[in-house]
């Protein structure tokens, strides 16, 4: 079992900046990959940035590329995304995800076999 615990949600005004942290305890194994997905009112949970552990891989989606950066610290087993250039459309429930495969394909949902509970981003106009 990986429990995932998420935290650095809130609220910012358009152009501000926030960085998401999400921490894994359990049975994480030494290869893996954590991700963030986000679900915005009405639309499916998307894909945002994805992670490899320890091969050191990275995925965005293209809506992110160049505004938004993960990172992780493998000493806390802690992923972080920060989040620059905030626009409203960013809004949603942001989610860190969890999967067992070191090689899962970043996008595919269904890789992803544990999930935290989601923080709130809003952002202002």
């Known amino acids: 079992q990986v429990q995932l615990v998420e935290s650095g949600g809130g609220l910012v005004q358009a152009g501000g900046s926030l960085r998401l942290s999400c921490a894994a305890s359990?049975?994480?194994?030494?290869?893996?990959?954590m991700s963030w997905f986000r679900q915005a009112p009405g639309k499916e949970r998307e894909f945002v940035a994805g992670?490899?552990?320890?091969?050191?891989?990275?995925g965005y989606a293209d809506s992110v590329k160049g505004r938004f950066t993960i990172s992780r610290d493998n000493a806390k087993n802690t992923v972080y995304l920060q989040m620059n250039s905030l626009n409203p459309e960013d809004t949603a429930v942001y989610s860190c995800?969890?999967?067992?495969?070191?090689?899962?394909?970043?996008?595919?949902?269904?890789?992803?076999?544990?999930w935290g509970q989601g923080t709130q981003v809003t952002v202002s106009s």
């Open positions: 995800a969890f999967a067992v495969n070191g090689w899962a394909v970043f996008e595919l949902r269904s890789n992803y076999g544990y």
């Open positions: 992670l490899r552990t320890p091969y050191g891989g990275i």
């Open positions: 359990g049975r994480t194994g030494s290869r893996y990959v």
